[in-house]
């Protein structure tokens, strides 16, 4: 059966609702029986997810869904890939965050941009779980202001030398290969910013201390410095100049972090729903009051209002790029609904939402992350407003 969603941008298209379904059931029993009894651990210690189940993630075919089929992925709609993100996320972001990172992370903008050449040696071994790419953007004094990056990607004869210093990276010290972004020519803001993938053991290449995160915490972060690194000119992704294409593949990495923060929204309504309706005080379950029931109907209100959302910006994805008005109101609206779904999923818990053991804690520390990372929501804001009004405003003056 095709089920058409219409999107809010202007392409519709067709998803296999049956195929989505079979996957969203996989999805949910692999975190539930695989993921779920490790996650609590993981994140206490601080593990980070273990390259054999990258790999097993790998060899189920979810690290490639919403990639090209002629290197191994699957070629599924985006929403395929949101929807196993989403059931993986409920019980262990770690593992989620592989099948995001592969599927909505740099991989896409080297599939959409790279050479043949390129996607011949980094997507396959993605694919398959043998690599990864992560995306270094941010640096000390460039977070909101991404266009003030110093970092720089030098073209010397047929090899790129990478100098300069990056912030917050996910999968920091981690990952195998990095999308750099970074400074190729000397022309002002935006103009100069290009793409080249870093290897991870390039001579130069070094890392700062693991971060010591309040979410994330199966997910390594840290500094990466480059000094006089050389790569071969073939690494570069996208040069100066395309700076509208580079962040506009980055939209579809908004589309898998507000998924992230629906899933966790979602995980602590489902988890509300049993409590509330378990728990006795005054003689009768908790769900018999009623501030209770508001409560858990502004939570499923803020929820389904961002799955909407991200359904609609999603629905516009194929061989474009997402509208990003579309996407900046998904990540705005997920990053906060789940930032505040989940604290009155604690409320709700009373005593039991402040312990460890609930594990709704847990689920809180990681909405604050997702917010932040990909863009803060008052950067969506502002994104908002200049896309509603067609006009953009200098931040700078
Ligand atoms: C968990 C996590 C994972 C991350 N992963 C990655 C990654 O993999 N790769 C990567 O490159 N980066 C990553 N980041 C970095 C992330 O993109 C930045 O933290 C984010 O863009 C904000 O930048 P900043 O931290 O420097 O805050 P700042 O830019 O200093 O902002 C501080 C505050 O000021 C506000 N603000 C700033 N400018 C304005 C303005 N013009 N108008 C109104 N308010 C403003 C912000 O909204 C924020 O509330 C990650 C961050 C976190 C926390």
New binding site residues.
């Given amino acids: 059966m095709i089920t058409i969603i219409e999107g809010g941008g202007p392409v519709v298209s067709a998803i296999d609702a049956d195929e989505q379904r079979a996957l969203k059931e996989v999805a949910a029993k692999l975190a539930a029986e695989r993921y779920a009894p490790q996650a609590e651990e993981w994140d206490r210690e601080r593990i980070a997810f273990p390259h054999e189940e990258r790999r097993y993630l790998g060899e189920l075919g979810l690290l490639g869904i919403a990639l090209p089929e002629r290197h191994g992925g699957g070629g599924a709609p985006l929403q395929h890939a949101l929807t196993v993100i989403e059931e993986l996320a409920k019980e262990c972001r770690p593992a989620a965050f592989q099948v995001f990172e592969s599927n909505t992370?740099p991989a896409q903008v080297v599939a959409r941009f790279g050479s043949e050449e390129q996607h011949e040696r980094f997507l396959p071994p993605i694919i398959s779980g043998d690599a990864t790419l992560?995306?270094?953007?941010?640096?000390?004094?460039?977070?909101?202001?991404?266009t003030d990056m110093k970092t720089k990607a030098v073209a010397e004869g047929d090899k790129v030398v990478v100098n300069g210093s990056?912030?917050?990276?996910?999968?920091?010290g981690e990952a195998d290969h990095y999308l750099v972004?970074a400074r190729m020519n000397d022309e002002p803001g935006s103009k100069a910013i290009g793409a080249v993938i870093v290897e991870a053991d390039r001579p130069g290449v070094s890392f700062g201390e693991r971060?010591r995160?309040m979410?994330?915490r199966g997910?390594p972060?840290a500094d990466i410095r480059f000094d006089d690194v050389e790569v071969p000119a073939e690494n570069v992704v996208l040069g100066p100049g395309r700076f509208r294409e580079l962040f506009g593949a980055f939209s579809i990495e908004r589309l898998g972090n507000a998924t992230m923060s629906l899933a966790l929204g979602q995980a602590a309504l489902d988890r509300t729903k049993r409590y509330v309706q378990e728990r006795d005080q005054f003689g009768k379950p908790l769900v018999e009051f009623q501030n209770v029931q508001m409560t858990l109907a502004d939570m499923l209100l803020q929820v389904e209002a961002a799955r909407l959302l991200i359904q609609r910006a999603a629905a516009g994805v194929g061989e474009n790029l997402p509208n990003s008005l579309d996407v900046s109101l998904a990540k705005c609206t997920a990053n906060e609904m789940a930032k505040r779904v989940t604290d009155l999923a604690m409320q709700l818990h009373g005593g039991n939402g402040y312990t460890e053991e609930f594990g709704l804690e847990r689920l809180h520390r990681d909405s604050?992350?997702?917010?932040?990372?990909?863009?803060?929501?008052?950067?969506q804001?502002?994104r908002i407003v200049s896309e509603m009004l067609g006009r953009s405003f200098d931040?700078r003056r």
């Fill in positions: 992370g992560a995306v270094a953007i941010s640096e000390p004094d460039a977070g909101s202001a991404a990056k912030r917050w990276i996910s999968n920091g972004y971060e995160l979410g994330f997910i972060s604050h992350g997702w917010a932040l990372a990909g863009g803060t929501p008052a950067m804001r502002i931040q």
